[in-house]
C-alpha cells in the first residue's frame, strides 16, 4: 500500500479525533513534539531515496492509521516516499526469508518472533539506531532487546509485544465465590474448578492456535519453571518441572469447557463472547470486540482483564507475540530506513501509535510505559505489562531456526495436548517432545 | 553484411527442412508443451527431491545430507501417524464418494423432472471454493455452535454438544465427511458423462433378454463405464490424498496431530517451521503413494484387454 493523499486524510481524520478524545495528552504531546530533537536526526537519507516495508496485517484499524500517517509525516519531512506492503501474519516468514535470500524485495521488514534469526547475515546492523534509541527513551526491555540482538550485534529493531491476559467475567468469577481474582497457579486451578462447578467454565485452546495456543503452552512450562532448553541450546525439557507443569495442565483440562483440543485462534474469542466460556486469555481484541458490539454492552461491562497467575518459579513469565523490523542488507537507502526508523520512534510518533493501537501493541522502550492508554481503562492496564514479563522463544536457548521450527511445528502445544487428553502418558509426552526438540536443536 | 546474409541462409535451410519434416514438425509442434513441462513440472519437482536430500532452511540453502530427512522421517511417529491419516482419509473419502456420486449419476441419468437444475445445482459444492466450504464446516462441527449438536440436543438426543474436532475419531470421520460432500460432485458429473455415452440400445436389449435391473446395472453399465471410472477415481484420489486447504481451515492438522496429512505436515514444517528440507522430504515421501495408486487405477482398473474382449 502507498501512502497517497487519502490515506492521509484517513489518517489525518482519525489522529484528530483520537486527539479530541484525549484532551489532556494531547497537549503533553504537543509539547513534546515541540521539544522533539528534530534537529538531532542521527541518519541523513540518501538522495532520491525511497523505501518499502512489509508488515504484518494490521490487526487494529487506529494502529494502521496511525502507523500510515506517521509514514506519511516522515515522507513530508525528508521526501523518502515509503511503500508498505501488508502480508497476513504466517505470509510474513517465507514471504521475508525469500526476499532476503533473494536480495530483492522489500527494504525492511516488520515480523514475528525470532525471525531475523533465519537471516542475520542478510540483515543490516542497526547497533547504532538501537543504541541511540535505547539512550533516548529509557532503554529497550530485556525480552525484547534479545530479539534484536544477536552476538552483541543489533540486527533488528525491537517494535512492540502483544499483549496477552486472562480474560474473565467479574460476575461470573465472584459467583465461583472469588472477591478477588488469584495470583498464583493454585488458587487459578481453584478459581477454573468453582467455575466447572458453577456451569461457567474456563477454555484454553490445546489445538493447533499458533498465538494463544503457544502462549499457554509457554505459560505452562515456564510458570513450573520447565525450559525446552538451556543456555547452551541443549534440550532439557525432560525434566521434573515439566513433568509438574503437565500435571497441573491436566488438573486445568479437567475444568475446561469440552473441545479445546480443537480450538484454533479464534474459537476462544467466541466462546467467550457467546457466554460459553467464563474465562480465557487473550490480547484486548476481545475486550473491543465485545465493546464494538451493543448487543454484547453486559458481557464487555463485566469483562475484567489480569494477569496470567504467577506459578512456583515466582515471577510472571509469558510468551508475548512481538514485533520487530529488519532492514535487509540488500536496501540501496540503508540511511533512509535508519532515519524512517528513528523518525517512528520519536516520543510524539510512537506515543502515537501506541495510543492509537487501544493497548494491543505494548512498546519495547521504556519511556512509552508513561503512554496514557495504559490508565486510560483498567482493563488496558495488565497489557501494559506484555514487554516486562516476556521471555524470549526457546528460552533460555539462543534464537534462530531451532526455536523458530520448535514453535511452528507446535511442539509444546503437542505435548500439553497428548497429555491432557490421555493419548500419551506425562512421560511419553515429555519424551516425545524432547525427540523433536532434539532435531530442531541439533 | 554479404556475410550476415550468407549465415541466415543456411539457419532458414535448416528450419525449413525441420518444418518440411514430418518428425521435425512435430518436435516443434511439442516444443512449446515440452519447454512448459520442463520448466513448470520437472523443474519444481527435480528441486523438491533435491531439497529432500539437504538441511535447507528458509532463508539458508544448505548442504547435501543423504538420507538423513528421510531416516528421521521413518523414526518419526508424528509422520507416521500422518501416514495413516493420510491413507486412512484417502480410502475411506475415495469409496464414499464413489459409491455416493455413482448412485446421484444414475439417479441425474434417469428422466427426472428439473433435470438440467438437478445437475446444475450438484455441481455447487464442487464450485464454491474450498476454503469458504470449509469455513462453513467448521461452524457445523464447532465444539461450542455446531447446528448439528443444537439440534440434536433440541431434539433431547443428546444432552451435551458433540466433540466433533476435539476427539480424534470425531475429527478424522468430520474431515473425511467435509472431503466427500466437497468432492461428490466431481465424480457425480463425470461419471453421469460417462452413463450418457452408454447406448440405451445395450440396456434395452438386456431388458428384452430378460435382465433384471441389478443385472442390466452390473452386467452392461458397470463394464462400459469403467474406463471412466478408471480417469475419475484416479483423479479423486490425487486431490484426496493432497487434500491440504480442507485441513488447514478446520484443524491445522489438530487434535494432537489425528488429522494431520503429508500434504499439512509438509507445509507446516516447510514454511512456518522454515525446514525447507524436511518439509521437501515428506512430499516427496508422497509421491510413492500417488504413484501406486495411478499404477493401481490404470492397470487395476482401467482393464483395457478385458474391454477389449481378450479376458
Known amino acids: ?442 | 553484411m554479404t556475410a550476415t546474409l550468407e549465415t541466415r541462409a543456411p539457419r532458414r535451410r535448416r528450419l525449413g527442412r525441420l518444418s518440411e519434416s514430418r518428425n521435425g514438425l512435430g518436435f516443434l509442434f511439442m516444443l512449446p508443451a515440452a519447454v512448459f513441462l520442463l520448466f513448470f513440472l520437472t523443474y519444481p519437482l527435480g528441486l523438491g527431491v533435491w531439497l529432500g536430500f539437504t538441511d535447507s532452511k528458509i532463508g539458508r540453502p544448505g548442504v547435501f545430507i543423504g538420507l538423513e530427512n528421510y531416516r528421521w522421517l521413518f523414526d518419526d511417529p508424528v509422520f507416521w501417524l500422518t501416514v495413516f491419516n493420510t491413507i486412512f482419509y484417502t480410502v475411506f473419502a475415495s469409496i464414499a464418494k464413489f459409491a455416493l456420486g455413482l448412485w446421484l449419476a444414475l439417479l441425474l441419468n434417469r428422466h427426472l423432472p428439473f433435470k438440467n437444475f438437478f445437475r446444475a445445482v450438484i455441481l455447487l459444492p464442487w464450485v464454491v471454493p474450498t476454503v469458504l466450504s470449509a469455513m462453513a464446516f467448521w461452524w457445523i462441527f464447532d465444539s461450542q455452535f455446531s447446528i448439528i449438536s443444537w439440534s440434536l440436543m433440541r431434539l433431547g438426543v443428546i444432552d451435551q454438544p458433540i466433540n466433533f474436532l476435539g476427539d480424534p475419531w470425531n475429527a478424522r470421520w468430520s474431515v473425511i465427511a467435509a472431503n466427500i460432500w466437497r468432492g461428490i460432485p466431481f465424480v457425480a458429473i463425470s461419471l453421469l458423462a460417462g452413463l450418457q455415452t452408454i447406448p440405451q440400445s445395450l440396456n434395452e436389449a438386456a431388458a428384452i433378454d430378460g435382465a433384471t435391473s441389478w443385472q442390466r446395472f452390473t452386467k452392461v453399465t458397470l463394464p462400459l463405464l469403467t474406463p471412466i471410472i478408471a480417469v475419475v477415481m484416479t483423479f479423486s484420489v490425487l486431490f484426496t490424498f493432497t487434500d491440504f486447504q480442507l485441513i488447514y481451515v478446520l484443524t491445522r492438522g489438530g487434535p494432537v496431530n489425528a488429522t494431520h496429512l503429508m500434504a499439512t505436515l509438509s507445509f507446516q514444517r516447510a514454511i512456518p517451521g522454515g525446514q525447507l528440507g524436511e518439509g521437501a522430504a515428506i512430499a516427496v515421501a508422497m509421491i510413492p503413494f500417488l504413484l501406486a495408486a495411478i499404477l493401481f487405477s490404470f492397470f487395476g482398473l482401467q482393464r483395457r484387454r478385458w474391454q477389449q474382449g481378450n479376458d
Not at chain 1, 517465507?94 to 535470500?101: E, G, I, L, Q
Not at chain 1, 512492540?160 to 486451578?189: M, Q, W
Request: aromatic fraction near 10%.
Open chain 1, 1 to 442: 500500500m502507498t501512502i497517497d493523499r487519502r490515506t492521509l486524510l484517513k489518517g489525518t481524520a482519525a489522529m484528530a479525533a483520537a486527539g479530541a478524545l484525549i484532551g489532556p495528552f494531547g497537549a503533553r504531546r504537543a509539547a513534546a513534539q515541540a521539544a522533539a530533537p528534530a534537529g538531532a536526526a542521527m541518519f541523513t537519507p540518501e538522495e532520491g531515496a525511497s523505501l518499502r516495508l512489509l508488515r504484518w496485517v494490521p490487526f487494529v484499524k487506529g494502529e494502521e492509521e496511525a502507523w500510515n500517517a506517521n509514514t506519511q509525516a516522515f515522507t513530508e519531512a525528508t521526501g523518502v516516499a515509503v511503500t508498505i506492503d501488508q502480508e497476513s501474519w504466517e505470509d510474513v516468514r517465507p514471504k521475508a526469508a525469500v526476499a532476503a535470500n533473494v536480495g530483492t524485495g522489500p527494504d525492511m521488514v516488520m515480523s514475528w518472533f525470532d525471525d531475523p534469526f533465519q537471516y542475520p547475515d542478510k540483515l543490516v546492523e542497526v547497533t547504532d539506531l538501537c543504541t541511540m534509541l535505547a539512550e533516548r527513551h529509557g532503554g529497550f526491555y530485556e525480552g525484547l532487546a534479545a530479539y534484536g540482538q544477536q552476538d552483541g550485534k543489533w540486527i533488528s529493531t525491537p517494535l512492540c509485544a502483544i499483549g496477552n491476559a486472562i480474560c474473565y467475567r467479574d460476575s461470573h468469577v465472584k459467583a465461583a465465590g472469588f472477591n478477588e481474582f488469584p495470583r498464583d497457579t493454585e488458587g487459578f486451578l481453584k478459581l477454573c474448578q468453582a467455575l466447572k462447578e458453577k456451569g461457567t467454565p474456563a477454555g484454553f485452546p490445546h489445538g493447533k492456535a499458533v498465538g494463544d495456543g503457544n502462549n499457554y503452552a509457554h505459560w505452562l512450562l515456564w510458570s513450573h519453571g520447565g525450559q525446552t532448553v538451556n543456555e547452551a541450546g541443549e534440550v532439557v525439557i525432560n525434566s521434573p518441572e515439566t513433568a509438574a507443569a503437565i500435571e497441573y495442565a491436566k488438573q486445568l483440562y479437567a475444568t475446561f469447557i469440552p473441545g479445546t483440543e480443537s480450538w484454533l485462534d479464534i474459537n476462544n474469542n467466541r466462546a467467550f463472547l457467546a457466554g460459553e466460556v467464563s474465562l480465557t486469555a487473550n490480547g484486548v481484541s476481545l475486550y473491543y470486540a465485545a465493546m464494538k458490539d451493543p448487543a454484547l454492552k453486559a458481557i464487555a461491562d463485566d469483562i475484567r482483564t489480569v494477569n496470567l497467575p504467577v506459578g512456583p518459579v515466582g515471577q510472571p513469565v509469558e510468551l508475548a507475540q512481538t514485533s520487530t523490523v529488519s532492514i535487509f542488507s540488500h536496501c540501496k537507502f540503508p540511511n533512509a530506513a535508519k532515519a524512517y526508523l528513528e523518525f517512528m520512534f520519536r516520543s510524539e510518533n510512537m506515543n502515537r501509535w501506541i495510543e492509537a493501537a487501544s493497548a494491543y501493541c505494548c512498546q519495547s522502550l521504556r519511556e512509552f510505559e508513561a503512554n496514557p492508554v495504559w490508565t486510560s481503562n483498567p482493563i488496558h492496564a495488565p497489557y501494559a505489562k506484555a514487554s516486562e514479563s516476556l521471555r524470549v522463544n526457546g528460552y533460555a536457548g539462543p534464537l534462530g531456526p531451532a526455536s523458530a521450527g520448535a514453535m511452528a511445528d507446535y511442539v509444546l502445544v503437542d505435548m500439553f495436548a497428548e497429555a491432557v487428553t490421555g493419548q500419551r502418558s506425562t512421560e511419553d509426552a515429555i519424551a516425545n517432545a524432547e525427540r523433536r526438540l532434539q532435531r530442531y536443536y541439533r
